[in-house]
């Protein structure tokens, strides 16, 4: 596909924000075709530093920062808010992940930017939100995921509250709800020719995000229990692995014991009706793990399912990648990146293919664009040499 054919094409984004939060939102606008200028410090990203290096990048660092362009300047520096400002008017949108009154230092601020541009999108990402007593506390995933109540609605089975570990799920939900509401916003801009300002929390998100919990709370005084599934709904042991079972419509529960062979089951009092099989949850639990001896979890997967239940093994990240529908999908693409090689990246739900596109796309290195896009703004070579060696802006590559 054409970069000029896709739908954000044309729309220039100066992307101020840090970590995961905002540079997830803003990759997701590049896969939809936008310019998304990313400004770093001279020293780069905080998330370029992480471990798991790769040609000088993490992990996290691609997945956040792939298709856009660097710009490394020093907002300190005497000459570079100014220069940032300047960038920056010529963007649709800008995005920042500052704490609440920092970026009014540089003259960053929505106020300051939309003076002139009554149509710019605007968004800002805190931790704690622009007002209230928190508003300027910072704050990084796993403390969002405990004060939001996350935890204890992950709680293990002995109520130990805990955090889901191994992904930024606070900070990657807060990069959705922000990229739907810069959408939504160019949108209106279209419709009705006027900016928005708009502001996201993690806090906010998370609270989106448990809605459904929240409701409950409130309506029941307290009371609502955390969602529980109907046993025999679970996972369980089988010959090399964990099996995850789901039963929870009317016959359901009939269906799996004939795939089982187990059709004396339903004729137990103890497991006739979901309250009978609630009340003897472990004695059930201990039928339906006995019945799953005998073969791996790979083939009660797929005789359960062609029979009608939904059973899935416990899959680790290399088996899901590698499963006949994820390659089917081509969920994961292998693309060639230029001084990088090959690297592998998900498929955006909604968004073409990366592979699809024309013209190239790139794991940017700190500052890697720095020149070109001060070109664009209408700096001569002379000017920007001068702010290369006056450590203003940053052009070399990571090494």
């Known amino acids: 596909m054409s970069t000029t054919e896709q739908p954000l094409s044309g729309l220039r984004v100066f992307d101020l924000s840090q970590g995961v939060a905002g540079p997830y939102c803003t990759m997701m606008l590049a896969a ?128 130990t509250p805990q955090r889901t570990r191994n992904v930024v799920l606070a900070d990657q939900i807060t990069g959705l709800y922000a990229y739907q509401a810069i959408s939504s916003a160019i949108i209106g801009r279209l419709r009705f020719n006027r900016g928005a300002h708009i502001d996201i929390s993690l806090l906010g998100a998370m609270a989106a995000f448990l809605s459904p919990r929240i409701t409950g709370h409130v309506l029941s005084d307290g009371q609502a229990s955390a969602a529980q599934f109907a046993p025999p709904t679970g996972e369980y042991p089988t010959d090399d692995g964990l099996l995850m079972l ?107 293919p990366w592979s699809d596109r024309e013209g190239a796309l790139q794991m940017p290195d700190i500052g890697q664009h720095s020149a070109e896009i001060l070109r664009e703004t209408g700096l001569t070579t002379a000017e920007i040499d001068h702010l290369l060696t006056d450590g203003c802006i940053r052009a070399a590559k990571t090494p």
């Open 32 to 159: 939809q075709g936008a310019d998304v200028i990313k400004v770093e410090p001279p020293e780069g990203d905080w998330l370029r530093a992480g471990r798991n290096r790769f040609r000088g990048h993490t992990p996290a660092s691609i997945t956040v920062n792939i298709g856009k362009r660097s710009l490394a300047i020093d907002l300190k520096h005497p000459d570079g808010a100014a220069l940032a400002r300047r960038i920056a008017a010529s963007c649709d949108i800008v995005i920042e992940s500052f704490r609440p009154g920092v970026v009014t230092k540089f003259g960053l601020d929505h106020a300051t930017l939309s003076a002139d541009r009554p149509d710019l999108i605007y968004a800002s990402i805190s931790g704690f939100g622009s007002t209230g007593p928190l508003g300027k506390r910072g704050v990084i995933d796993q403390i969002m995921q405990a004060f939001s109540g996350w935890m204890t609605l992950n709680a293990s089975e002995d109520g």
């Open 246 to 352: 789901a039963v929870f419509k009317p016959g359901e529960f009939e269906r799996l014991c004939k795939n089982l062979k187990r059709d004396d089951l339903p004729q137990d009092a103890r497991f006739a009706t979901p309250a009978a099989r609630a009340e003897h949850a472990e004695a059930l639990r201990a039928e339906i793990a006995r019945s799953l001896k005998g073969r791996t979890a790979l083939e009660w997967e797929g005789v359960l399912s062609d029979g009608g239940t939904m059973a899935s093994a416990v899959r680790d990240i290399g088996a899901f990648i590698d499963t006949p529908q994820t390659v089917a999908l081509d969920l994961v693409q292998k693309v060639d990146l230029p001084e990088f090689g090959t690297c592998p990246l998900v498929r955006l739900p909604g968004a073409a």
